[in-house]
């Protein structure tokens, strides 16, 4: 019983920081999204791509989890406005107290779009609120068609998830039908884009779109919010 | 301070159930192996194709950990010895008590050889013994050539490390030279074994040998420390 009344505690403070960050991204209409899946999913990648197809109109940060090394922030400094790393050192997961430091070091005044790269593992991240508009769950295609089935909390919390590597199907024994089905058997309404982000970006104007209709949304609730 | 001594406590008392395993394992002659990698990497592959070679001349067990799901003991179950699937409700490694669970469905007496494949997960398993006498840890190309500099423990903490899906490189953009000049600047005498677990099985005789000698190794410590 220890242990289950630790955990709710970590969880409790995790949310109150999570719940600052959510009030700041507002007051900054700044959109926010908690990316999450596998090691090797194509996380960078896909920010890679987005940042290059968004940088021309949106204002986008990153903060970007990594258990060691600084990789992914320098893959991704020339493209972002603005990126943070944050190392867990050996943590599995982001926390808002994290994302919170990790905020501090970006000029929220300037930002429409923060994207929060969580460390790469699709278990234990899904359980902690760092603040953010949107949860957005990745797959890709070498990891196989059981994996919605294997991880259906993935499924059910995140707002978005994506299927990408859609270019290795031909390489690869995947099962899409499987993979459809057990999705929808988790979560009728599960809201899928299936992308690349490596091969010209097959899929990507489904996906900023997406982010550009959540950016719109952050700058409304801003607007409605402001004082007269 | 009370989360860090919360946290010394469990892992104290899965070391010492980690013992009472290995005991067991050791009186048993059974040589064991932890099998950790990424959601999707080729463990349960990798077990079909290994255990298609070793069952005409060693019994072999697996314990199969999963978040959800049976898949991967019902994809095993005609091919082991014996087979049994702990689902850990969430939980994002296989504890020492679990394990020890899973053992208790098992006929030790048959076995040569106990294979766990621990949840799909490259961070959190790494800390927990299970009593194994190898930990095994698998990379694959899809994932790309930044994950062992992205996760040292496991190339420090693994007594050989396998990478799979070769078959894949020349559709991938893999460093294959930054892989190895990470794993050999973490450690300099890394064990590696590259293979296709869905190809013909590329590298199994170098995997097989390697688990053979394992298997030895427990008969030979097992009759030394048999009594007279």
Chains 1, 2 share one sequence.
């Not at 922030?73 to 982001?94: K, M, P, Y």
């Not at 490596?198 to 104007?205: A, E, I």
């Not at 779109?209 to 952050?218: K, N, P, S």
Request: glycine share 8%; charged share 25%; hydrophobic share 45%.
């Amino acid at each position: 019983m220890v242990d289950i009344k630790v955990v709710k505690n970590v969880l409790k403070l995790n949310d109150e920081v999570a719940a600052i960050n959510r009030q700041a991204l507002r007051e900054h209409r700044i959109a926010c999204i908690d990316l999450m899946g596998s090691p090797g999913a194509g996380k960078t990648a896909l920010l890679e791509t987005t940042l290059d197809r968004l940088r021309e109109d949106l204002n986008v940060g990153v903060i970007t989890g990594d258990i060691a090394t600084t990789r992914d922030a320098e893959r991704l400094a020339h493209r972002a406005c603005d990126v943070t790393q944050i190392n867990t050192g050996g943590s599995c997961h982001l926390d808002a107290n994290q994302v919170r430091q990790g905020m501090a070091n970006l000029n929220l005044d300037t930002l429409d779009l923060l994207i929060i790269e969580n460390v790469g593992n699709l278990i234990c991240p899904i359980g902690f609120d760092l603040g953010q508009s949107a949860k957005v769950g990745m797959f890709s295609v070498p990891e196989g068609e059981d994996k919605p089935a294997k991880h259906p909390r993935v499924v059910l919390e995140c707002d978005l998830l994506l299927l990408n590597k859609i270019d290795l199907m031909p390489h690869i024994p995947f099962d899409h039908d499987v993979f459809m089905r057990d999705l929808h058997a988790i979560r009728g309404d599960a809201r899928l884009i299936e992308l690349s982000a490596v091969r010209g970006g097959t899929g990507f104007d489904a996906w900023c779109e997406w982010l550009r209709g959540l950016v719109a949304q952050a700058k409304a609730e801003g607007l409605a919010s402001a004082p007269a």
